[in-house]
């Protein structure tokens, strides 16, 4: 279980949407939040004259999310570039240091754990085309750069963009559960219309496990918002679709239950439903039996 952590976030503009400065309050890195139709105003600012790493985010038409990482002497200059050569991106997240100490070196072992910890958690597709070589860094500078790497990762992940950070199963509803694994985990399976799919429920939906399988046909009442997901994910590797078989070949995060029931199945699933547990039991009675555990008592008045 990690750490308890104070974070804040500035509004420079006082909008929500807008511009947004994010830093842990114990920490000297600070990260700001642009979107692209706001950069005019990040190049105002003095921050964006430093040396620092920044992460491009975007997605496809079928809203499949991309990022691009990188790093700068003058990460303001660099973006403006961007603004010219690459048409992906609708925001930019930028990790400077507080007291201005990083130097070339710090944002080019920067950019390379990002781009190690990204390819290794797989939420996005990136987009850098070669690959940052793990660059010399002197011992003391490259520990200080763990920290501020772990620093960046989190504020990201506040701000919406865990493109560092690997996926969590969340720990068994009911951990005096048999079948609950033995990190404390309680796998859920989705066995409908001939599918035999394994995966974790998470804070942020549900992470199908590589080897699981679907329908290869869609149902002629599905709506196409479910094929061209599924194209999107047999163009990135995700999943191998077959006259035989669907198979998931890594493992995947879907924002929801249903999300996945709908690409395993072929067509509108109701997933709170269809996934289970060993004992039968779906995800919304797992919930249910969660929350009466813990359910408090009001007292009249």
Same mark, same amino acid.
């Not at 600070?30 to 600012?45: A, G, I, N």
């Given at each position: 279980?990690?750490?308890?952590?104070?974070?804040?976030?500035?509004?420079?503009?006082?909008?929500?949407?807008?511009?947004?400065?994010?830093?842990?309050?114990?920490?000297?890195?600070?990260?700001?939040?642009?979107?692209?139709?706001?950069?005019?105003?990040?190049?105002?600012?003095?921050?964006?004259?430093?040396?620092?790493?920044?992460?491009?985010? =975007?997605?496809?038409?079928? #809203?499949?999310?991309?990022?691009?990482? %990188?790093?700068? $002497?003058?990460? !303001?200059? *660099?973006?403006?570039?961007?603004?010219?050569?690459?048409?992906?991106?609708?925001?930019?997240?930028?990790?400077?240091?507080?007291?201005?100490?990083?130097?070339?070196?710090?944002?080019?072992?920067?950019?390379?754990?990002?781009?190690?910890?990204?390819?290794?958690?797989?939420?996005?597709?990136?987009?850098?085309?070669?690959?940052?070589?793990?660059?010399?860094?002197?011992?003391?500078?490259?520990?200080?750069?763990?920290?501020?790497?772990?620093?960046?990762?989190?504020?990201?992940?506040?701000?919406?963009?865990?493109?560092?950070?690997?996926?969590?199963?969340?720990?068994?509803?009911?951990?005096?559960?048999?079948?609950?694994?033995?990190?404390?985990?309680?796998?859920?399976?989705?066995?409908?219309?001939?599918?035999?799919?394994? =995966?974790?429920?998470?804070? #942020?939906?549900?992470?199908?496990?590589? %080897?699981?399988? $679907?329908?290869? !046909?869609? *149902?002629?009442?599905?709506?196409?918002?479910?094929?061209?997901?599924?194209?999107?994910?047999?163009?990135?590797?995700?999943?191998?679709?077959?006259?035989?078989?669907?198979?998931?070949?890594?493992?995947?995060?879907?924002?929801?239950?249903?999300?996945?029931?709908?690409?395993?199945?072929?067509?509108?699933?109701?997933?709170?439903?269809?996934?289970?547990?060993?004992?039968?039991?779906?995800?919304?009675?797992?919930?249910?039996?969660?929350?009466?555990?813990?359910?408090?008592?009001?007292?009249?008045?």
């Amino acid at each position: 279980m990690g750490r308890a952590q104070t974070i804040q976030i500035y509004l420079p503009s006082g909008d929500p949407a807008g511009l947004r400065i994010a830093n842990i309050t114990t920490r000297t890195v600070r990260v700001f939040e642009v979107p692209r139709s706001l950069l005019s105003d990040f190049l105002k600012r003095p921050e964006a004259g430093q040396v620092g790493v920044y992460y491009l985010f =975007g997605s496809n038409e079928d #809203e499949t999310p991309k990022c691009y990482i %990188g790093q700068s $002497g003058n990460v !303001g200059a *660099r973006l403006q570039q961007h603004t010219a050569s690459k048409d992906f991106w609708t925001r930019a997240m930028i990790a400077v240091s507080l007291t201005n100490e990083w130097t070339s070196t710090h944002v080019a072992y920067l950019e390379w754990l990002s781009l190690s910890r990204a390819i290794a958690a797989g939420r996005y597709i990136l987009l850098n085309g070669n690959q940052a070589s793990n660059p010399f860094t002197p011992e003391p500078l490259e520990a200080d750069c763990q920290e501020f790497i772990d620093t960046v990762a989190v504020l990201l992940a506040t701000l919406g963009a865990p493109v560092l950070d690997s996926v969590k199963p969340k720990p068994s509803m009911s951990p005096s559960d048999d079948e609950v694994t033995g990190n404390g985990l309680e796998p859920l399976f989705f066995r409908e219309g001939g599918c035999d799919a394994t =995966g974790y429920q998470t804070s #942020e939906g549900i992470l199908v496990l590589a %080897g699981s399988k $679907g329908r290869p !046909g869609m *149902r002629p009442s599905a709506r196409p918002g479910i094929g061209a997901q599924r194209d999107a994910l047999q163009a990135e590797g995700v999943i191998s679709v077959g006259e035989q078989n669907l198979v998931f070949l890594k493992d995947h995060l879907f924002g929801s239950p249903s999300a996945a029931g709908c690409v395993l199945i072929g067509g509108e699933n109701n997933g709170r439903i269809s996934w289970r547990n060993a004992k039968g039991q779906s995800i919304s009675d797992l919930e249910q039996l969660t929350l009466a555990s813990n359910t408090v008592e009001v007292q009249p008045l």
